[in-house]
């Protein structure tokens, strides 16, 4: 029997939306629904393992966790590309690194879900409401106002589409960007200084790189309408944290929507939990009931080929 193990099943629905039953007589499954942080408890808890099924992530695979799990034979990852995986690291011990789909509907539909929240305050009134309140902010209408999107890929190009729906005015920036792409999407092309000059809401649509890591800065929010919010769905790195804080806390911008932080979980001391020009979630844009169908069967089925000899969607 080979032993499988799926980490971070934070809601338990692993074991439910994958086609396990494919394995039943092939492998040992072991579900773990809390998160290890902790280097030296993880190798324990994967001792003896030969198949690992990361979530997104949410736990890291460098060099050094890598050499130290000498059962494993399989890493697969929920999505195509994960930058917390030491790619060339599993090459080199022979580890195989298998992926899977990732819907681009649910991250983009978030986005809007935290545009709509902290523009209109949506969050703010529903706790005063609950508390015996009733209008206490006013926010402003999106039409006619202008989107700023960084990073016109799949995500953002679908993110622009909505913000079109809704009337805005669209500007897109990124360091590659194509301006044909751009224009085709209905969205201008226009440099960084001139996006977040312009921009009622700003947000960030990149992969998580050595270039665009800290790509929104203390500069940066300078730059930016005090009316202005700040969205991002994609890595928390990519923003300057500390420099949001004060940007939020000073009102150098108007607010921030954000689904992920530069450690996740967020620490339950962190500032970004109590500021009230803030609308926060637990890292949600690809947790969709739909998209975690899509991971655990091709979970399942990367799986079934490796025991098969014949591995697909290898990364």
């Known amino acids: 029997m080979t032993k499988v193990v799926v980490l971070d099943d934070y809601q338990d629905v692993a074991r439910g939306l994958g086609s396990w039953e494919q394995l039943a007589d092939t492998i040992e ?72 789909a990732s819907p681009p509907a649910p991250p983009a539909e978030l986005t809007w879900a935290l545009i709509l929240a902290i523009t209109r305050n949506v969050c703010r009134e529903d706790r005063a409401v609950r508390a015996g309140g009733w209008q206490h902010t006013i926010g402003p209408e999106l039409a006619g106002r202008t989107l700023g999107v960084i990073g016109m890929g799949r995500l953002g190009s679908r993110v622009a589409a909505f913000g079109k729906a809704f009337g805005m005015r669209l500007l897109a920036w990124s360091a590659n960007l194509d301006p044909a792409a751009a224009e085709a999407a209905g969205a201008e092309p226009v440099s960084k200084q001139e996006l977040l000059g312009d921009s009622d809401v700003v947000t960030l649509h990149l992969r998580l790189s050595d270039r665009t890591r800290g790509i929104i800065a203390a500069p940066d929010f300078a730059m930016m309408r005090p009316t202005a919010y700040l969205v991002n769905t994609s890595r928390g790195p990519l923003v300057d ?56 069967r091709e979970a399942v089925e990367d799986i079934a080929a490796w025991l098969e000899g014949s591995p697909v969607r290898v990364l």
């Open 241 to 296: 944290e500390p420099a949001l804080v004060e940007a939020l806390r000073s009102g150098r911008i108007a607010g921030a929507g954000l689904d992920v932080f530069d450690t996740e979980p967020l620490p339950a001391d962190h500032p970004l939990r109590s500021l009230p020009n803030v609308v926060v979630t637990p890292h949600l844009g690809y947790v969709s009931t739909g998209g975690y169908q899509t991971y655990f």
């Open 29 to 100: 499954l072991t579900v773990l629904h809390e998160h290890v942080d902790d280097t030296e408890e993880l190798v324990a808890r994967l001792a003896g393992a030969q198949v690992v099924v990361a979530m997104r992530e949410r736990t890291p695979f460098d060099q050094r966790r890598l050499e130290r799990l000498t059962d494993l034979r399989l890493l697969v990852t929920t999505g195509m590309t994960n930058a917390a995986i030491d790619l060339q690291a599993a090459r080199d011990l022979g580890i195989t690194v298998c992926g899977t």
